[in-house]
C-alpha cells in the first residue's frame, strides 16, 4: 500500500522568501505524484503533477517540483513566496494500478509573514 | 466554469437524520470519487465508482453509501449520522483509472451534525 509523508506541519515563511516543502512516499511501482494546495474551506487545486519524464515539473502560480526516486521524494519549492500563497498543501501518491485512488500526507500549514 | 459541483457547501443535519450530499460534472469523467476531511486533516477516500462498479475502500463505515444514477451525478448518504461525521466531503472525478489522468474536485461540502 502506498503512502505519503510531510514532516513539517507548519512552516512560516516571510513574503518573497523562498518556500519548500518536503514530500515522502512509499509506493511500489513508479508513483504518479502530485501536489494541490487547499485555502480554507475551499476544496483542492491541482498545483502540478509527474507522470514520467522530466523529473523537474512546473506548475501553476509559479511553483516546481523535483521527482527524486532514489530519495523516494517529491519537493515542492517557490522561489519568492506571495502573500497568497498562506494555504494548506497536500502531497498525494496516485495508485495507476487502483483506479487511480489518492493517497494524501498530512498536509503543511504555509503561513506567510509581511 | 466550474467542472464539478457540490451542493450545498454547508450542510447542517441532526444527529442520527440521514443526508444526502450531491455531485455533479461536466467532464464527463468516467470516475467519481468521495472523500472525508476531518478538521486539520488529509482527505480520506471513501470509496468510488469507474462508471458503475463502485469500489469500496475496507474501512468505510456502513453508514456510508453512494449512488450514482448517471455518468454525471453521484449522491453520499449518510444513513444515521453520528457527531464524527462532521467533516468536510470532497467530491472528484478522473478521465479514467489508467495512465496519466489526475482527478479533479469539488468545492466540497462541509457537513455539520448537532
Known amino acids: 500500500a502506498q503512502s505519503v509523508t510531510q514532516p513539517d506541519i507548519h512552516i512560516t515563511v516571510s513574503e518573497g522568501a523562498s518556500l519548500e516543502l518536503r514530500c515522502n512516499y512509499s509506493?511500489?511501482?513508479?508513483?504518479?505524484l502530485f501536489w494541490y494546495v487547499q485555502s480554507p474551506g475551499q476544496g483542492l487545486q491541482l498545483l502540478l503533477k509527474?507522470?514520467?519524464?522530466?523529473?523537474l515539473v512546473q506548475g501553476i502560480k509559479g511553483f516546481e517540483a523535483e521527482f527524486k526516486r532514489s530519495q523516494s521524494s517529491f519537493n515542492l519549492r517557490k522561489p519568492s513566496v506571495h502573500w497568497s500563497d498562506a494555504a494548506e498543501y497536500f502531497c498525494a501518491v496516485g495508485a495507476p494500478a487502483a483506479g487511480n485512488k489518492l493517497t494524501f500526507g498530512g498536509g503543511t500549514r504555509v503561513l506567510v509573514k509581511p | 466554469d466550474a467542472m464539478v459541483i457540490q451542493n450545498p457547501r454547508y450542510q447542517v443535519t441532526q444527529f442520527g437524520k440521514p443526508v444526502t450530499l450531491s455531485c455533479s460534472q461536466t467532464l464527463n469523467h468516467n470516475v467519481m470519487y468521495w472523500y472525508q476531511q476531518k478538521s486539520s486533516q488529509a482527505p480520506k477516500l471513501l470509496f468510488h465508482?469507474?462508471?458503475?462498479?463502485?469500489?469500496n475502500e475496507a474501512d468505510t463505515p456502513d453508514n456510508f453509501q453512494s449512488r450514482r444514477p448517471n455518468t454525471s451525478f453521484c449522491f453520499l448518504d449518510i444513513r444515521s449520522p453520528g457527531l464524527g461525521d462532521a467533516a468536510m466531503y470532497l467530491c472528484?472525478?478522473?478521465?479514467?483509472?489508467?495512465?496519466?489522468?489526475?482527478?479533479?474536485f469539488g468545492q466540497g461540502t462541509r457537513l455539520t451534525v448537532v
Open positions: 509506493y511500489g511501482a513508479t508513483p504518479y
Open positions: 465508482y469507474y462508471d458503475k462498479d463502485f469500489n
Open positions: 472528484a472525478t478522473s478521465r479514467d483509472q489508467g495512465l496519466h489522468t489526475e482527478a479533479f
Open positions: 509527474y507522470f514520467s519524464g522530466d523529473t
